[in-house]
């Protein structure tokens, strides 16, 4: 069974840095497309970062410069490094593994910036 557990979101001030963590189960990160989406209130769930098997990445133009994502590996994990955090930053923030089969998604951590 594919489980994606996030961790490390929280409330933050304006320029502030927080690190999400995404550990995978029953799939690995690796050998995936991975990616992490957000999602504001009232707003549709957007595209923030992704890193493709090879390693390359590709960022949203809005955290271009703030926002790195990475894995792990040895401990099929994946993060999202976002440094001078915005208020307009506030979402949730969801990792995301696509596959040919389905898409699977963490639950979910909110981020909070305060200005």
């Known amino acids: 069974q594919v489980q994606l557990v996030e961790s490390g979101g929280g409330l933050v001030q304006a320029g502030g840095s927080l690190r999400l963590s995404c550990a995978a189960s029953g799939i690995a990160v690796s050998t995936n497309v991975a990616a992490w989406y957000r999602q504001a209130p009232g707003n549709q769930r957007e595209l923030v970062a992704i890193?493709?098997?090879?390693?390359?990445?590709n960022y949203e133009d809005s955290v271009k410069g703030r926002f790195t994502i990475s894995r792990d590996n040895a401990k099929n994990t994946m993060y999202l490094q976002m440094n001078s955090l915005k208020p307009e930053d506030t979402a949730v923030y969801y990792c995301n593994i696509p596959t040919f089969v389905r898409d699977y998604w963490g639950q979910g951590t909110q981020v909070t910036v305060s200005s």
């Open positions: 890193i493709t098997r090879g390693g390359s990445t």
